[in-house]
């Protein structure tokens, strides 16, 4: 079944006026899905506009990135298949949702995920940081890959 974590829950909103002809409700809400990671596309938070400007275009080490990507159950912020890598920049409201950022995590990381969450405060006060601890998670995933 379909979730939504509850920073995406003003997205529901589309759930009930998405008309779309299907003969079951998992079809609805599979479209719906794609609709709704389109939408956060479009209407990224500062902090992770800041931060797309520089992972964007293979810009940062050559990587490809993949933005509020559809992934499993959930979308996620940033998104290297070929590492498995997640990079979640999180604001204030996950300071209030732990326990669906706890399963969500246990879900991404049950499929082999590495995820690497951000805080926007850090993206603001110090972004070429960030970009170092981007760029030593991408080593040392890499490398885990490369062993396996």
């Known amino acids: 079944m379909l979730r939504l974590c509850s920073a995406h829950a003003f997205l529901c909103v589309v759930l009930l006026s998405y008309r779309k002809q299907s003969s079951t409700l ?4 599979k479209g719906t899905f794609v609709e709704i990671a389109r939408k956060l596309r479009r209407e990224m ?6 931060l797309w400007k520089e992972l964007r275009a293979r810009r940062f ?8 990507a559809p992934l499993g159950e959930y979308i996620v ?11 979640e920049v999180d604001g204030g409201i996950h300071d209030h ?3 669906e950022d706890k399963a969500r995590e ?6 082999g995920f590495t995820i690497l969450r951000i805080r926007n405060e850090n993206i603001y006060a ?23």
Request: net charge negative.
């Open 126 to 148: 110090d972004l070429p940081e960030v970009l170092m601890q981007i760029e030593k998670e991408i080593f040392k995933t890499g490398e885990q890959i490369e062993k396996s």
């Open 45 to 50: 938070t500062p902090a992770e506009c800041i």
């Open 26 to 29: 998992e079809d609805m809400l």
């Open 106 to 111: 246990e879900y991404l990381c049950s499929h």
């Open 97 to 99: 949702q732990k326990e």
């Open 77 to 87: 912020d940033f998104l290297s298949m070929p590492l498995r890598l997640i990079i």
């Open 61 to 68: 080490r050559g990587l490809k990135l993949r933005r509020q």
